[in-house]
C-alpha cells in the first residue's frame, strides 16, 4: 500500500506534501517515513494511505469529479 | 550506598571507575557491530523502505558508538587503538553480533531483540551518577524510539505471515534470547556494584525483568510453541562480567568483520 506523507518545518507553518512510501500497514508506513525523510528538521510527520484521498476537481478532466 | 555525582572519571571510586569504563565500552562496541549489521542489509533487505530504515538505524548506531568511545578519553584509554587496533577476542560486543545474521528474520532478531536489550541498559543510566554518560543516554534513547518500532513492527509481521516465515523468526528467538538474557549479568557481581554505586538504576535481574516485558508481546505472538520467559534458561555459570559473555561462547566476532569495522583497508586516510 502507498502512503503520503506530510509534514512541516515549524510550529504553525503549512503542513507540506514531502513525498511517500510503500508499506504493508500503518505500523511500517510510520516508520518507513520516519527512516526516508528525517534527514531534515520537521516540527512535526504525518502519513495516510493514497487510497483514502478523494479528489475534489481537476481543471483538465471537468469542474467537479465528485461524481464519475 | 550514598550515590555521588561525578562530573569526570577521576571522581569516581576505582572499582566503580572500572565497572563503567568497560560498560562503556561493552556498549560502544555493541553498537558499532550492531550498525555494522544492519548496515550489510541497506541493500538485499525485502523492501526498498526497510532497507532505508536499515541505512539510519546504521548510522545511528554508528554515532552511538563514536559518542561512547569518545567517552573513554575521560578515563585515559587511547580511544585510537579502542576503535582501530584491537583483535576480535578484545571486543565486548554483544555474542548475538557475532556473525552476520543467516537471513532477514535474523536482522529482524537482531533489531527487536538485542538493539531492545542495549536500550533497556541505557535507560536504566538516565539517572547515573557519572554526568557524562549520564547526559549521552537521552539522545541515544531518543533515537532508538523508532528503531523499536521498526523491530516490533517487522516482528509482528512475521507473526501474521505464514508459519514458515513464524517458525524462522521463533526459532531465531530460541537462539537469541539466552545469549540475551545472559548478558545483563549476574544479580550479585558487577551489576549490583554498578545498582550499587548510582550508575545503573537497576540490577540485573530488574533489567532482564524490564526487557522481557518489552518483547513478551512479540514473543507470544511470534514464537510457536515459545514456552513461557521464565522457561528461557539463564546461563551464567562462568559468565565473563568484564567482556559481558556466556562461558563457551567463542572468542568473539569473526575476523572479516573486525576487518571492516577496524577500517584496516583505509588506515591511509584515517584523520584523528
Known amino acids: 500500500m502507498v502512503y503520503e506523507v506530510f509534514a512541516r518545518k515549524a510550529r504553525g507553518d503549512r503542513l507540506q506534501h514531502i513525498g511517500s ?5 500503518d505500523e511500517l508506513a510510520k516508520v518507513y517515513a520516519h527512516a526516508t525523510y528525517d534527514e531534515e528538521k520537521w516540527f512535526d510527520m504525518w502519513v495516510a494511505p493514497r487510497d483514502r484521498f478523494l479528489e475534489v476537481f481537476n481543471v483538465d478532466r471537468g469542474v467537479f469529479v465528485g461524481e464519475r | ?11 569516581l571510586r576505582a572499582d566503580v571507575r572500572e565497572a563503567v569504563r568497560d ?5 560502544a562496541d555493541s553498537k558499532r557491530l550492531l550498525g555494522f549489521r544492519y548496515g550489510a542489509w541497506i541493500l538485499g ?8 530504515a536499515c541505512a539510519s538505524m546504521a548510522q545511528d548506531e554508528w554515532g552511538h558508538a563514536r559518542l561512547m568511545y569518545a567517552l573513554l578519553k575521560d578515563f585515559d584509554e587511547d580511544v585510537d587503538r579502542l576503535e582501530h587496533a584491537r583483535p576480535p577476542r578484545e571486543y565486548r560486543s554483544m555474542e548475538v553480533l557475532d556473525r552476520e545474521p543467516d537471513d532477514w528474520a535474523g536482522v529482524v532478531g537482531l533489531n527487536a531483540l538485542a538493539d531492545t536489550a542495549l536500550s533497556v541498559q541505557l535507560a536504566a543510566l538516565q539517572r547515573c551518577g557519572y554526568l557524562p554518560l549520564r547526559q549521552r543516554v537521552e539522545k ?34 530460541r ?18 556494584l554498578l545498582a550499587n554505586a548510582g550508575i545503573c538504576e537497576s540490577a540485573p535481574d530488574e533489567l532482564r525483568r524490564g526487557f522481557l516485558a518489552l518483547v513478551a508481546p512479540v514473543l507470544e505472538a511470534t514464537a510457536v510453541a515459545w514456552p513461557v520467559a521464565e522457561a528461557v534458561p539463564l546461563e551464567l555459570d562462568g ?31 584515517l584523520l584523528e
Open chain 2, 23 to 27: 560498560l562503556v565500552l561493552v556498549l
Open chain 2, 175 to 192: 537462539a537469541t534470547l539466552p545469549p540475551l538474557l545472559a548478558w545483563f549479568g549476574p544479580q550479585d557481581g558487577r551489576g549490583a
Open chain 2, 1 to 11: 550506598m550514598a550515590t555521588t555525582l561525578a562530573g569526570s572519571a577521576a571522581d
Open chain 2, 45 to 52: 533487505a525485502p523492501e526498498l523502505e526497510t532497507g532505508i
Open chain 2, 239 to 269: 559468565f565473563d562480567e568484564v567482556r559481558r559473555r556466556r562461558a563457551g561462547a567463542g572468542e568473539g566476532p569473526d575476523a572479516e568483520t573486525i576487518t571492516r569495522v577496524r577500517g584496516d583497508r583505509n588506515r591511509d586516510f
Open chain 2, 140 to 173: 541515544l534513547l531518543a533515537e532508538e524510539q523508532y528503531h523499536r518500532a521498526h523491530g516490533m513492527a517487522w516482528a509482528r509481521r512475521y507473526a501474521a505471515a505464514t508459519p514458515a516465515a513464524r517458525e524462522a523468526f521463533a526459532s531465531v528467538a
Open chain 1, 21 to 25: 512510501v510503500s508499506a504493508p500497514g
